[in-house]
């Protein structure tokens, strides 16, 4: 069983940034695609960011292109969202996935098996 757990979450001003952390354990995490997303209070768990296990490509939501930035280093077991130019509208909590099956970069948070716990990213105006 895989066991992720999320840090680097916390409360910045608008324009700001952040990064977060997804520690892996349990398994080997270099044969996982990596998945972001993000929920705020009563909205829908949505995509964010994603990479692939076997060439580190990666894939974003089309409006954060630009700003967020996902990463992996698979000698610490760790998948990294580094957030800039961070507004109000992104405050959520954010979880880490991640899914062991090879093939298309995925970005529904149903094609994930193993999820973090998630850590709260609060901005403000």
């Known amino acids: 069983q895989l066991q992720l757990v999320e840090s680097g979450g916390g409360l910045v001003q608008a324009g700001g940034f952040l990064r977060l952390s997804c520690a892996a354990s349990g398994r080997n995490f270099n044969a996982y695609q990596v998945g972001w997303f993000r929920q705020a209070p009563g909205k829908n768990r949505e995509f964010v960011a994603s990479?692939?296990?076997?060439?580190?490509?990666?894939f974003y939501r089309d409006s954060l292109k630009g700003r967020f930035t996902i990463s992996r280093d698979n000698a610490k077991n760790t998948a990294y969202l580094q957030m800039n130019s961070l507004k109000p509208e992104d405050t959520a909590v954010y979880y880490c996935a991640a899914d062991p099956r090879s093939g298309s970069i995925r970005s529904g948070p149903d094609e994930y098996d193993y999820w973090g716990r998630g850590t709260q990213v609060t901005v403000s105006s």
């Open positions: 990479i692939r296990w076997s060439d580190d490509f990666t």
